[in-house]
């Protein structure tokens, strides 16, 4: 299967379809050789219209990026690319608890009662740490599951549990009209309550946990009627899930699964914590110990082969960066760059690489990846390391000047124009019937066939033809404004982007004309803020960047950028200040912006805030060579 260009990443190939979306393989468009895999999950096209789907999604998604636990598969990143949501996640070498129990029974195997319990208590860990979160920058209110099933529960290779898709169930029976799918695949896990059409809450979270428990300490599922008898039964409160738990469990056991499962959700659990306490008991009372490491025996004998080979794809990519040679700018770059950081500089051009930090490069490593990417993420710079060990997102936004290896490995690539539509359509006949016809209306319906050109060749990404039909429409038509302003902001920033490259001035004018007529574009502000910083117009770039602030206060790369300027400039206070809003957002950049905090640190004086914050950035990337080697200078250590 042929790879697709998203935004800034770069689809490898679909590993998932859902009702909400597609789930594919991925890695982040940038310099040749940073790449490390994510999980991408898009919104399906039909559903990317619906504002009740992209409300909850967008939501859901700015809490979970704050969610940071090692039983849930993080979140780095979420945005509209072409049109459509996504988020971005880590991409868990392993595969679902449904892959697991499927492989098991078709080997006449099953997990064992300890194994079972593992996997369970992680994932009530899991739960109790999101109802529990509290952050000032995540959205209000508990972060509910509300569909747990073993298809989102992820095993990796060595074990370890990870729950996923947060944010499904609520889009699913608060917005997806048709709920017919729905039921089918997770009616087994649901409550009845919600069945009923009660709202989601920790109560149907522990319903979820209780079956799935139950299935697998018995090896089969707690219904054992069709999706529509079974919604007939909990319609006319004849089901008691409870009296499937088998009569030979402990008694511990079935007291917990009683708990977990009863019809009446003032009968259970109350929060997957309650839960939780019970499940240490017992694991206690029957000796549990060494379950992970037998999960990953399973996942070997079962899956060996073909996580090897996952393995070995993402070491693939660790060996074209040790023998790839230098990737980042050249030493003549580096002094036409100019900034003020010398030793930084140094170090950056020492490490192979990638121009890390303020110093070398804003525009540089960004602009390959700034041509393929969305606005929802702009480019973030990249550390002078073999940054291969974790989840990268753009590469960029602070380095200057490219080397001939990145120019080379890096093709710009045109947009995917964003559908248009005329912010204000010309009244049907329907509309208009029994009323006087006015000059407008009349205007309107002539200048519809080339309306209607303009709008076809922006779909089909004519960007300079678009432009050129709508100019001449305001140009005969200037009261036709309204109808052609927002395709025609859409067609400037389309060509300004394709154009930034081989001729940035003309850019600059196209990108500064569509954010005139659009100003709450995120991607033609940032891209303009680019433009501005290779032309070395700071002022300029930072009054673009703190409108994309303004518009998106998650966007870390505009803050990541903000501190270059400020750094190039000397202004280093503020250099510090944005730093820190980069670290706070923690996206998957994180160790480069603390390290990129720590040099701004050094150079006001902060030793001991420097060398601590160089320790964070070893801890979150172990392999980041530049923090480790500066750390071990400044600390003697």
Known sequence: ???????????????????????????????????????????????????????????????????????????????????????????????????????LRGKGQALGIEEALFIVTQVCSALDFAYNFKDNEAATGKIIHGGIRPQNVMISKNGEIKLTDFCISRILFEAVEDKQGTFEKTLPYLAPEV???????????????????????????????????????????????????????????????????????????????????????????????????????????????????????????????????????????????????????????????????????????????????????????????????????????????????????????????????????????????GQIETPLSQKAKEMKPRIDEGLKALEEERYQEAVRAFESILKEAPELKENVTAPYAQALEGLGLKLEDKQPKKAIRLLAKATELNPESIEANFHLGLLYVEAKQYPKAIKRYEKVIQLDPQYADAYFNLGYIYAVTKKYDKAEEAYKHVVDLAPPYLDEALFNLAMVQKRLGKKDECIENLKRAVIVNPKNKLAKKYLKKLSGK
Request: hydrophobic fraction near 40%; charged fraction near 25%.
């Open 1 to 103: 299967m042929e790879t697709v260009e998203f935004g800034k990443y770069l689809l490898l190939r679909q590993i998932g379809m859902g009702r909400i979306g597609q789930l594919w393989k991925a890695k982040v468009l940038g310099v040749k050789g940073l790449e490390k895999f994510l999980a991408i999950k898009r919104v399906h096209p039909h559903l990317s219209t619906e504002r009740a789907v992209i409300d909850i999604f967008r939501e859901s998604a700015s809490s979970l990026v704050h969610l940071q636990h090692e039983n849930i598969v993080r979140v780095y990143d979420f945005g509209t690319a072409e049109g459509t949501p996504y988020i971005a996640m880590d991409f868990v070498v392993g595969k679902d608890l449904d892959h697991l129990m499927k492989a």
């Open 195 to 433: 069945v009923k059409g009660a709202p989601l809450d920790e109560t149907a979270d522990v319903f979820c946990l209780g079956v799935l428990l139950c299935e697998l300490v018995t090896g089969r599922s707690l219904s054992n009627c069709s999706p529509p008898e079974l919604v007939s039964r909990i319609g006319s409160d004849q089901w008691d899930p409870r009296e499937m738990i088998p009569e030979d469990l402990s008694p511990s056991l079935q007291d917990i699964l009683g708990r977990s499962i009863a019809p009446d959700p003032s009968d259970r659990y109350q929060t997957p914590g309650q839960m939780l306490v019970d499940l240490e008991e017992y694991g206690k009372e029957i000796g549990c110990g060494a379950e992970g490491k037998a999960l990953a025996e399973y996942m070997d004998n079962l899956f060996g082969e073909e996580l090897l080979k996952e393995e070995q794809e993402e070491e693939g990519l660790e060996d074209e960066v040790a023998q790839g040679g230098a990737l980042g700018p050249s030493v003549d770059q580096l002094k036409k760059a100019g900034g003020p950081l010398e030793l930084l500089k140094k170090k950056a051009v020492l490490a192979g690489g990638i121009a890390l930090i303020i110093i070398v490069a804003l525009v540089l490593v960004f602009w390959p990846r700034g041509r393929q990417t969305d606005s929802s993420r702009g480019n973030t710079l990249q550390t002078a390391q073999t940054a291969e060990e974790k989840p990268q997102t753009e590469v960029g936004a602070s380095q200057e000047a490219p080397s001939a290896e990145e120019q080379g490995g890096a093709q710009p690539v045109e947009r995917e124009a964003v559908s248009a539509t005329t912010t204000e359509k010309a009244p049907t006949e329907a509309e208009t019937a």
